[in-house]
């Protein structure tokens, strides 16, 4: 069908057979709160906004993983023994769009694509764009020296022993620090050219890419980390939020910069609470060249990530607007929250000089709308719910903030995101990747294999599909070189693959870079949260969240190569 001049398509999105409510799809479909029994936190209380009403917590709340658990699957998993950690690539995923329904709103001379969705069902670091392994040190057999403070001992287990001929190898295997038994997040995971840098609970550990042993000494902090950057700056800076005390109440407010390479730590300081409601109980990080931005429940302040001097605040402006979520790396990008309580009440997205703070171009988005996740900052691509949850819109910017394309697919769509409830990562979604033309999307796998859809980003349209290889679901990881990364999951007695895809031409057949060992493929499969990278040819898979279960040692990350 013929569309006027940035009309939307119509058809292809679908309102979701009636189903018992599932954990919040995270990308696609109604980000509602997930019901209990995934491990996943409730809904978190009201808050009074600026205009003294009490607002939903919005997206722009606490970070995923950063002092509640970790993000909300789109693969729902079976629940794992003993709960409160799971596996949100594992499993069938949840479905959260079916037959095929669109509507149109028109605000201030732009018409929105509107998604029927469902109530049922970190980052941009610095990466390496060579497919193959660079010498960092090799190894027999995996070393696991758990905390990082070991000698890089051989691994009891073997884990190679029985590995057949074309399967990886084992490079290294850790075991997590001891967590409280109510838990712990291990939030960020940062490959460097010969270092592999993990958090969890209130250590910083670092290994080598090559033989998993201690690159430098563990770091150590007063309490729990609650807030990392997932970029780094360009020459390997990091900052580690940790919280200021042990109670309820305690303050996610005490940055700590250090250098990846040498475990070093530089500058500290502490967040100050904002005007009235604008708290520092919980916050984001972000990275935009030599700018950390945080952003707290109303407002931000970037600091120089190499000095630590505070540069600027970017604080309430225009119609009562609230900037309290922010998204760095090639481009810093700011969500406000306008007109609490009003009935102007709406969001709005600028593009921020990193170095001033003064905006670009600013895109108001239509009432009702909300601001969920950034897909990406560079092209712009965000993903919108309505304020019934009943619908999704994915828009691509142009560089002025106009509407370049809107999302036209029939596909169901299910990438992993932290739930819009209850987090302020508006980066924080796994299973996504945009290059400068072409958006990456998995599908739900409900019967056999899924799919990765390629959309064009000038069109909103589909241009191909890859089916995974396997039976078990493919989700993109990374472009890099021309082609797409993806990480085909591990089931329990078969390994997982790492592929890649051609993103140009007329074919895009999968052609296999890994194949980890069927020896460890439980291991692999019962990551319940997770992250995922595959850097120089090796593919790392760690842990987010520690269940902090005594009765076992828990993994904290695992690392393949050839």
């Keep these: 069908m013929t569309q006027p001049p940035e009309q939307p398509p119509s058809g292809g999105y679908g309102a979701p057979p009636n189903q018992p409510p599932q954990p919040p799809s995270g990308g696609f479909g109604a980000p509602v709160p997930p019901t209990p029994g995934y491990g996943y936190p409730q809904q978190p209380p009201q808050q009074p906004g600026p205009y003294g009403y009490p607002q939903q917590p919005g997206p722009y709340g606490q970070q995923p993983g950063y002092g509640y658990p970790p993000p909300s699957p789109q693969f729902a998993p079976p629940s794992p023994p003993g709960g409160g950690s799971r596996n949100p690539?594992?499993?069938k995923p949840a479905l959260v769009i079916a037959a095929a329904v669109a509507g149109l709103l028109v605000v201030g001379g732009t018409v929105w694509a509107v998604?029927?969705?469902?109530?049922d069902k970190k980052p941009v670091a610095e990466k390496s764009d060579s497919p193959s392994p660079s010498a960092s040190g090799t190894a027999d057999d995996p070393a696991n020296p758990g905390d990082g403070s070991g000698d890089g001992a051989k691994d009891p287990e073997n884990l190679n022993e029985g590995r057949k001929s074309g399967e990886a190898k084992v490079l290294w295997y850790k075991e997590a620090p001891d967590a409280p038994g109510s838990g712990a997040d291990a939030p960020g995971m940062w490959i460097t050219g010969k270092t592999a840098v993990k958090?969890?609970?209130k250590e910083l550990v670092a290994y080598n890419v090559g033989n998993g042993n201690p690159t430098w000494p563990a770091v150590t902090f007063p309490q729990k980390i609650c807030a990392v950057t997932a970029q780094q700056s360009s020459d390997g800076k990091i900052v580690v939020a940790y919280e200021?005390?042990?109670?309820?109440?305690?303050?996610?407010?005490?940055?700590?910069?250090?250098?990846?390479s040498t475990g070093a730590k530089g500058w500290t300081a502490v967040v100050p609470d904002g005007d009235l409601f604008d708290s520092a109980l919980s916050i984001g990080l972000s990275v935009t060249g030599k700018t950390l931005m945080v952003g707290r429940s109303e407002s931000g302040i970037a600091y120089d990530i190499d000095t630590g001097k505070k540069l600027y605040e970017k604080k309430k402006y225009g119609a009562?607007?609230?900037?309290g979520a922010f998204a760095g790396g090639a481009k810093l990008i700011s969500v406000a929250s306008c007109g609490a309580g009003s009935s102007t009440e709406h969001d709005e997205v600028q593009e921020l000089d990193p170095?001033?703070?003064?905006?670009?171009?600013t895109k108001s988005i239509p009432k009702g709308w909300t601001v969920g996740h950034v897909y990406s900052v560079d092209p712009v691509v965000l993903y919108m719910t309505d304020s019934d949850n009943k619908h999704w819109n994915i828009s691509t910017l142009k560089n002025d903030g106009s509407v370049r394309s809107q999302v036209d697919s029939k596909a169901a769509f299910a990438p992993t995101c932290g739930s819009s409830f209850v987090d302020s990562d508006l980066q924080g979604c796994q299973g996504v990747a945009v290059d400068a033309s072409t958006l990456y999307l998995p599908t739900?796998?409900?019967t056999g294999a899924n799919q990765i859809v390629a959309i064009d980003l000038a069109t909103g349209k589909e241009k191909w599909r890859v089916k995974s290889p396997a039976s078990e679901s493919m989700v993109p990881v990374k472009v890099q070189g021309g082609k797409l990364v993806a990480y085909v999951e591990a089931s329990y007695d078969a390994g997982g693959q790492v592929v890649s895809i051609p993103t140009a031409g007329s074919s895009h057949a999968t052609t296999k870079l890994l194949q980890m060992p069927s020896g460890t493929a439980q291991i692999e499969s019962s990551f319940f949260s997770r992250d995922i990278d595959y850097v120089d040819g090796r593919f790392y898979i760690s842990s987010t969240r520690l269940?902090?279960?005594d009765d076992t040692k828990e993994k904290l990350m695992l690392a393949y190569g050839k």
């Design 320 to 323: 009562a607007c609230f900037p």
């Design 355 to 361: 170095a001033t703070g003064k905006a670009r171009w």
């Design 199 to 201: 958090a969890a609970y």
């Design 444 to 446: 739900d796998a409900t």
């Design 547 to 549: 269940n902090g279960n």
């Design 89 to 91: 690539f594992k499993g």
């Design 244 to 260: 200021s005390g042990v109670s309820d109440n305690a303050k996610c407010n005490q940055l700590q910069q250090l250098d990846l």
């Design 115 to 119: 998604t029927s969705g469902g109530d």
